[in-house]
């Protein structure tokens, strides 16, 4: 059972290069999330989805972009990488709530250098 | 709108001693659940264990146990027996939200087990 998986692990970009980062979840989870994580930082909030075709901003969205056309995929893209979204990026995946006992399930994170 | 503090930056245990882990929160939700994750230096996010908001009794898992203090909205997280392996950053979260769709993380602690 291969859980949350990243794609890719790691990444160099040039300042205005844009890419995508992949997640994919077999768990048959609702929601989707990504976060960025500076060092030393806890994790902040890009966007994050609620089911198939549904997206909405987190708490740090400017410079991404996101879509979710398969209930298992969750994409995240820059379209012009600048020096500030160095980072590391998680992917996480949970069922639908109300309940609020389960937890986020994690990927393990794609390392992004911008140059 | 919801808030995890995690007032302590780093924390020293000697091994095999107990140590507490501190987190307060804020939530207007009737219901929520409270996480702690683990992230070692490898980065990796794990799960350690779960407590809801209508649990009258504290988690535990294994070595890890949950302090939890409803009225002063306090989830501390006590570690037993710590093992040089327990060195990492410690987060704190909460979910919540109308259909739990809401996950807040706190800055986290970074716990160092000396031998």
């Known amino acids: 059972n291969a859980g949350v998986t990243q794609t890719p692990k790691f990444r160099v970009l040039k300042t205005g290069q844009s890419m995508t980062l992949l997640c994919a979840q077999d768990m048959n989870h609702e929601y989707m999330y990504w976060y960025r994580q500076d060092p030393g930082m806890g994790l902040r909030l890009i966007h994050y989805s609620v089911g198939e075709g549904t997206t909405a901003k987190g708490e740090v969205p400017d410079g991404y972009n996101v879509s979710r056309l398969k209930k298992q995929n969750f994409l995240l893209g820059l379209e012009s990488a600048a020096p500030s979204q160095t980072s590391v990026y998680f992917c996480?995946?949970?069922?639908?709530?109300?309940?609020?006992?389960?937890?986020?399930?994690f990927g393990d994170g794609t390392r992004l250098s911008i140059l | 709108a919801q808030k995890i503090t995690q007032t302590q930056p780093g924390m020293f245990v000697q091994e095999k001693e107990a140590v507490t882990l501190d987190c307060t929160y804020d939530t207007s939700d009737p219901s929520y659940g409270l996480f702690w994750y683990k992230q070692p230096s490898s980065g990796e996010m794990i799960f350690l264990i779960y407590q809801g908001s209508y649990d009258q009794q504290n988690a535990t898992e294994g070595r890890y146990s949950l302090n939890f203090q409803k009225a002063r909205k306090s989830a501390n997280l006590v570690i037993s027996a710590s093992q040089l392996g327990d060195s990492a950053m410690y987060f704190c979260?909460?979910?919540?939200?109308?259909?739990?769709?809401?996950?807040?993380f706190g800055p986290g602690t970074r716990l160092s087990v000396l031998p």
């Open positions: 979260a909460m979910r919540g939200g109308d259909y739990g769709q809401n996950f807040v």
């Open positions: 996480a995946s949970t069922f639908e709530g109300p309940s609020n006992n389960q937890p986020q399930h």
